[in-house]
Nanobody, 125 residues
């Protein structure tokens, strides 16, 4: 049974930081490209960042330089460090494996597994 459990979200002021964690079970993170997505109310779920099993990383333009994706294969986990947060970063954040790697940021249909519950990030003064 595949499970994806996101944690680490919360309420922060603009300019603040959070570190999100994704604990995976039922599959091996090291053999998949892994990704963080986010979805704001009324918006499409969008890919934020992905990392391949060889360490190649790509970011959405709006978060590049502020967010950092990483993986810990020994813990079968993926992380997203978020700095200099903005109100427009407010969303529910999800992790997932990708069916394939692409240099182009892919949409939610590229997700390999069923979605977890996500973790809420709210950036507000």
């Amino acid at each position: 049974q595949v499970q994806l459990v996101e944690s680490g979200g919360g309420l922060v002021q603009p300019g603040g930081s959070l570190r999100l964690s994704c604990a995976a079970s039922g599959f091996i993170v090291s053999i998949y490209p892994m990704a963080w997505y986010r979805q704001a109310p009324g918006k499409q779920r969008e890919l934020v960042a992905h990392i391949t099993n060889s360490g190649l990383i790509n970011y959405r333009d709006s978060v590049r330089g502020r967010f950092a994706i990483s993986r810990d294969n020994a813990k079968n986990s993926v992380y997203l460090r978020m700095d200099s947060l903005k109100p427009e970063d407010t969303a529910v954040y999800y992790c997932n494996a990708l069916r394939y790697w692409s240099p182009i940021l892919v949409g939610a249909d590229a997700a390999q597994f069923d979605w977890g519950q996500g973790t809420q990030v709210t950036v507000s003064s």
